[in-house]
């Protein structure tokens, strides 16, 4: 797990570091949580939206394109898909279970907006931020609660808000029977599997590498939360900015991809299918100029625990974050927790520069010399031998022929050279271990 760290508390705001963000809450009584509600019905009219589906629909969620690009867990998205259930889907690919990972949730909850004609969806695009404002809209399963009017705001530094005008009772009372209810952040990345049994079919795994969970005992009428984007290895564009950065993460430069990671993001794919994780060994920088070597194989093993890296600090927090977890695409809404990874592959290891002189190649010409000088005085010796059998030499070889020795007998009748045994390259293999349902 990503450590979690509890910043300094103020009388009416609350600090909280989750590694890839900061949140900040603000009670009723601090005037930021009325400053950080946008007022949309003072907005320009011709670019508030009210969303005529999502506003009469149960379960659906529709693209929104942005005219900016958000910042996301260091990713720059200029799509995302609003939801009726309070929450915002950030992922590429749109499947059944939206609500396990990749969204932004100032409420996620069993929201039917067409019980009620009162209920709207409504969205906002200034050119710098988009809000996406939950208005009225009532519990499925509890109409009689009352009506809920929330907002998320995304801005394109990366900052996230949530606003709560109207909750009729405590978040943590809501029924999450027929639907989770979540209040806060979650990103993953999406591994393809080939089916060896089905050819040209491919299996789509979603592993969730961070989650922020908010205090739903406040969450209530007037109250804010302010999100902060931390800085990622994502941003570096250098590998010496990206290999001395100095943040909550251990960045590694892949020259392949040029690109600087943790290993876990949404390209996590690519960082493995390009053999990154062999190259941020060497934490170098070469330039890749001149000569390079080409090692055959290599074998990586690289194991993970459900405890992560990085150990707990602090006291408890309300925000959790998770290392990896499985999240199957179909079917019942399941996550499974990554409790093992074990890589053993072949690639090429990273680039490494050959310098124009060096001691290296100095030893290699006497080696040659020597095995030709060798050579030479083995053909020599066959010669002068195949001429005068009588010999003293002749006899001496014959007497020691290898039919005479013992340790040297398997290799009788053999047509081939004989090697020393190399373990075998294996496949990758994944441990997984079912847990308990988002």
């Known amino acids: 797990k990503h450590g979690l760290l509890v910043a300094a508390l103020h009388a009416h705001a609350e600090d909280t570091d989750h590694n890839y963000y900061t949140s900040k809450t603000?009670?009723?009584?601090?005037?930021?949580?009325?400053?950080?509600?946008?007022?949309?019905?003072?907005?320009?009219?011709?670019?508030?939206?009210?969303?005529?589906?999502?506003?009469?629909?149960?379960?659906?969620?529709?693209?929104?394109?942005?005219?900016?690009?958000f910042p996301?867990?260091?990713?720059?998205?200029?799509?995302?898909?609003?939801?009726?259930?309070?929450?915002?889907?950030?992922?590429?690919?749109v499947h059944r279970m939206l609500t396990a990972t990749q969204y932004i949730a100032p409420l996620m909850a069993n929201f039917d907006p067409s019980v009620s004609r009162n209920s709207t969806v409504i969205y906002f695009d200034n050119g710098t931020a988009l809000v996406v404002q939950w208005d009225h809209v009532h519990l499925q399963d509890n109409y009689n609660l009352g009506s809920f009017?929330?907002?998320?705001?995304?801005?394109?530094?990366?900052?996230?808000?949530?606003?709560?005008?109207?909750?009729?009772?405590?978040?943590?009372?809501?029924?999450?029977?027929?639907?989770?209810?979540?209040?806060?952040?979650?990103?993953?990345?999406?591994?393809?599997?080939?089916?060896?049994?089905?050819?040209?079919?491919?299996?789509?795994?979603?592993?969730?590498?961070?989650?922020?969970?908010?205090?739903?005992?406040?969450?209530?009428?007037?109250?804010?939360?302010?999100?902060?984007?931390?800085?990622?290895?994502?941003?570096?564009?250098?590998?010496?900015?990206?290999?001395?950065?100095?943040?909550?993460?251990?960045?590694?430069?892949?020259?392949?991809?040029?690109?600087?990671?943790?290993?876990?993001?949404?390209?996590?794919?690519?960082?493995?299918?390009?053999?990154?994780?062999?190259?941020?060994?060497?934490?170098?920088?070469?330039?890749?100029?001149?000569?390079?070597?080409?090692?055959?194989?290599?074998?990586?093993?690289?194991?993970?625990?459900?405890?992560?890296?990085?150990?707990?600090?602090?006291?408890?927090?309300p925000s959790t974050s998770h290392p990896p977890t499985s999240v199957p695409t179909e079917g019942k809404e399941t996550k499974q927790n990554w409790i093992k990874a074990t890589v053993c592959r072949s690639p090429e290891l990273p680039f490494k520069k050959v310098p124009g002189t060096h001691p290296l190649h100095t030893g290699?010409?006497?080696?040659?010399?020597?095995?030709?000088?060798?050579?030479?005085?083995g053909v020599l010796i066959t010669v002068y031998i195949y001429h005068h059998p009588t010999s003293a030499a002749s006899l001496f070889l014959i007497e020691r022929r290898p039919s005479r020795w013992p340790a040297m007998k398997f290799r009788r009748g053999s047509g081939h050279p004989a090697y020393a045994e190399v373990e075998p390259v294996g496949q990758e293999k994944e441990g997984f271990i079912e847990s308990e349902q988002c």
Request: proline share 4%; net charge positive.
């Open 149 to 317: 009017t929330f907002q998320a705001t995304l801005h394109n530094t990366g900052r996230i808000v949530f606003a709560y005008k109207e909750i009729p009772i405590e978040v943590s009372q809501i029924s999450s029977v027929n639907h989770p209810v979540k209040v806060g952040l979650s990103d993953a990345f999406v591994v393809v599997h080939k089916i060896q049994q089905i050819p040209n079919v491919r299996r789509r795994t979603i592993y969730e590498y961070h989650r922020v969970e908010l205090t739903k005992t406040k969450i209530t009428n007037s109250t804010a939360v302010e999100m902060m984007p931390l800085p990622t290895c994502l941003q570096f564009t250098s590998c010496s900015a990206c290999i001395s950065s100095q943040i909550n993460f251990n960045c590694s430069w892949c020259h392949r991809l040029n690109r600087c990671s943790s290993g876990f993001d949404r390209h996590r794919q690519d960082w493995v299918d390009n053999s990154c994780p062999d190259e941020t060994k060497d934490k170098m920088c070469d330039i890749v100029d001149t000569t390079y070597l080409y090692p055959f194989t290599t074998t990586i093993v690289a194991k993970m625990t459900s405890r992560g890296k990085e150990a707990t600090a602090g006291k408890e927090t």
């Open 72 to 93: 996301f867990y260091g990713h720059f998205l200029r799509e995302i898909t609003v939801a009726t259930g309070g929450f915002i889907y950030t992922g590429d690919v």
């Open 26 to 69: 603000y009670s009723p009584s601090d005037p930021m949580s009325k400053d950080l509600w946008v007022n949309i019905d003072q907005m320009d009219k011709d670019k508030v939206k009210i969303h005529g589906i999502l506003s009469n629909t149960h379960r659906q969620a529709a693209r929104v394109n942005l005219s900016f690009d």
């Open 364 to 377: 290699l010409i006497l080696g040659i010399l020597l095995v030709m000088l060798i050579m030479i005085a």
